[in-house]
């Protein structure tokens, strides 16, 4: 019998009793054997107060209205959402997750249960017990009723997918509100406690000088440890102000906030920045962000610096035109190859390795599809976005297999204008440019 039904039922009965305190219509007192049972049709018929005949019939239609309701929700009537799974996967309760982690798991193979670790939550199963064994503490310490690896599992499931909080709530038999609250949490946790873990500036010399060999490698070009991009990340359903949406509408024509990220070689971020709405360009983010402050101030010094040609040249990042010249940071010299011929061999090597960082970006929005339609609270999207690139990271770490990817379309508009206060960074950049383009023109030619 249906549940609401039953309450109702219960409900009517109290009323009933109020009504007619002398009767009971389901536990009489002291029945007679010759009289008819005061539950029976007839009695409440027969009876002298009118309450029982009210109880009746409105019983009567309150059962009617049940039965109609559970037919017009019939899984074969109702229309699921685009983004909820298959029935054979609607069941997402506690015991089938605990089913799943400790018996189904250990009849399979390591591969295939990786695959099936991958499928369900975007990272094979040693990548799984890592953030949860690191979550688990301060999951713990939350006073969670739920166990901590279920609520990484449930969270994890909804950064793969791109679920929406109602579809992850009747998968598990939870309230959305439950669901989102988890998600922050766990969300706030992993763009946190493990961003420092597994998002660095590569300052130690053991690992600047795997990156910039990394790279050298790739490209020809010596002393390079990073490559820095931005990318809009769309937001669904933002409710702002007529002037504040137009800030974050982004150059593709949709609701958005910019991330900003700098790779290595290996596609690893190791900088990561989310504080602009998404029609700022990409000049304007780098500047506002730590990274831009710590580079201009001294405040990050890297231990290896080369000669070349007369110039002592510092690791440096690479970007295209989008982003301003400066000694710490290599641009193109020609968006459209309208260099020398050193200058063109320059820029087609630099964009080479800024490549990575676009490919990196494209993994991504691939392994963590929430990022390809953002559906949480623009409060909350930065720690969500951020999160996601600590799940990247642990992912390139483990050496996990790398999907198709779909990268953003190429940048276009000017070059970036460079401020007064960039003007020695500037300078120097330009000669440093040069010595690096000649210097890499008399190499290649000499071969």
Not at 32 to 46: G, R, T
Not at 125 to 145: D, R
Request: charged share 20%; with cysteine; hydrophobic share 40%.
């Amino acid at each position: 019998m249906d549940e609401t039904f039953l309450l109702m039922l219960s409900n009517l009965l109290n009323l009933h009793n109020s009504l007619d305190p002398t009767s009971s219509l389901l536990s009489p007192s002291s029945p007679s054997a010759s009289s008819p049972s005061p539950s029976s049709p007839s009695s409440i018929l027969s009876a002298s107060s009118p309450a029982p005949l009210l109880f009746f019939t409105l019983a009567s239609l309150l059962s009617f209205l049940a039965t109609a309701s559970s037919k017009k929700s019939s899984p074969l009537s109702k229309k699921r959402e685009p983004n909820s799974p298959p029935p054979s996967s609607s069941h997402f309760s506690v015991a089938a997750f605990r089913a799943l982690s400790t018996d189904h798991i250990w009849s399979m193979d390591a591969p295939t249960r990786d695959a099936e670790w991958r499928s369900l939550y975007g990272l094979s199963y040693p990548v799984f017990t890592t953030v949860v064994e690191k979550l688990k503490p301060f999951i713990t310490a939350s006073n969670l009723s739920l166990p901590s690896d279920y609520a990484v599992a449930m969270v994890l499931s909804r950064l793969c997918h791109g679920y929406s909080a109602k579809t992850i709530a009747s998968r598990s038999s939870l309230d959305p509100y439950i669901v989102s609250k988890i998600t922050n949490m766990v969300t706030r946790l992993l763009a946190t406690k493990l961003y420092t873990e597994f998002i660095k500036i590569p300052v130690s010399r053991r690992r600047l000088i795997e990156t910039t060999q990394g790279f050298e490698e790739l490209t020809s070009l010596p002393n390079i440890c990073g490559a820095i991009d931005g990318s809009p990340i769309k937001v669904r359903g933002l409710k702002l102000d007529r002037n504040s949406m137009s800030s974050y509408k982004c150059k593709f024509g949709y609701d958005s906030v910019m991330l900003q990220v700098v790779a290595d070689h290996r596609k690893i971020f190791w900088d990561v920045c989310v504080k602009a709405p998404g029609g700022a360009d990409d000049a304007t983010h780098f500047r506002d962000s730590l990274l831009y402050n710590r580079l201009t101030s001294g405040d990050i010094v890297w231990d290896k610096v080369i000669n070349v040609r007369g110039h002592h040249v510092r690791p440096y990042i690479v970007g295209d035109w989008c982003y301003p010249l400066l000694s710490f940071l290599m641009t193109p010299f020609s968006p459209d190859g309208a260099g020398t011929p050193a200058q063109n061999l320059f820029d087609g090597m630099l964009m080479k390795g800024r490549s990575v960082v676009g490919e990196a970006i494209g993994l991504l929005k691939t392994r963590w599809k929430i990022l390809q339609d953002l559906n949480v609270g623009i409060n909350h999207a930065p720690q969500t976005i951020v999160a996601c690139c600590v799940l990247h990271n642990l992912c390139q770490i483990a050496r996990e297999p790398e999907p198709e990817i779909q990268k953003d379309p190429d940048e276009t508009g000017a070059p970036a204008r460079v401020l007064e206060s960039e003007k020695q960074f500037y300078y120097f950049g330009e000669s440093l440019r040069q010595a690096l383009a000649d210097d890499l023109h008399q190499r290649l030619s000499s071969r």
